[in-house]
């Protein structure tokens, strides 16, 4: 995942806003106290943007991989104290009220040792990932035509509901999980691809020209499937 340009992100990535609100629902209700959060792939700060219209006077934390998104962050919130880290080798020196994670637990490499490890963090750890069968439509327009592979990782390989769920049967974890569905409506898939870039995800060059993209008109619908998890210890 490469990120160019924030400000594309922030204004494109609308399912990803959505569910931000969507997962911070999941959180504490307000009358709970809640005075240091960790947000974890922040992104353009969607989640701790939501979170501060509730807890106005807590200490957030965001980190993300992306320079860019560092960048974006450190200007639109310069109270809170921003990493550029990957959350899966870094080491967080403090415990949290609350670790939130938006649409980033799929790009991780473990998701069951980034759980393990943020429980070490927090009593309370809230994430959403993307799961099998997501962009499915887009996926089928090249059945036969590119391997799996070549897809952006981890696109072809998202996992499924019960392989979250077992991380938490596996450690005896109490965990709150439910799917919801979110959907993009586009012209044909030459824009769905467009939407892809513009939200940071890139396509090897000769499946983003491909001619499929050009010469099919048909409207198509980008189909997210997001699991939320919130585990208490």
């Not at 792939?41 to 943007?49: A, E, L, M």
């Not at 962050?73 to 670790?99: H, I, K, M, S, T």
Request: hydrophobic share 45%.
């Amino acid at each position: 995942m490469n990120f160019m340009d924030a400000n594309l992100y922030e204004v494109h990535a609308t399912v990803q806003r959505q569910c931000a609100i969507d997962l911070v629902n999941m959180c504490a209700p307000s009358t709970q106290q809640i005075s240091s959060v960790l947000d974890i792939g922040c992104g353009t700060g969607f989640v701790s943007r939501a979170l501060m219209t509730r807890f106005r006077h807590a200490n957030y934390t965001l980190c993300d991989i992306s320079p860019e998104m560092i960048r974006f962050c450190r200007n639109v919130y310069p109270n809170a104290q921003v990493l550029l880290c990957n959350a899966e080798e870094y080491a967080f020196g403090q415990r949290y009220d609350l670790v939130i994670s938006n649409l980033a637990a799929h790009w991780f490499r473990d998701v069951e040792a980034f759980v393990l490890k943020m429980l070490k963090h927090s009593g309370c750890v809230v994430f959403s990932t993307l799961l099998r069968g997501s962009f499915e439509s887009f996926f089928k327009l090249f059945e036969g035509t590119f391997p799996m592979d070549m897809y952006a990782a981890p696109m072809a390989t998202y996992a499924t509901r019960d392989e979250i769920s077992q991380i938490f049967d596996r450690h005896s974890l109490k965990a709150t999980v439910f799917e919801r569905d979110y959907e993009q409506k586009f012209a044909n898939p030459y824009m769905a691809a467009l939407h892809f870039r513009n939200i940071g995800i890139q396509f090897p060059g000769n499946l983003r020209n491909a001619f499929v993209f050009k010469a099919n008109s048909t409207p198509i619908t980008l189909e997210y499937k997001a699991l939320f998890v919130r585990v208490d210890a």
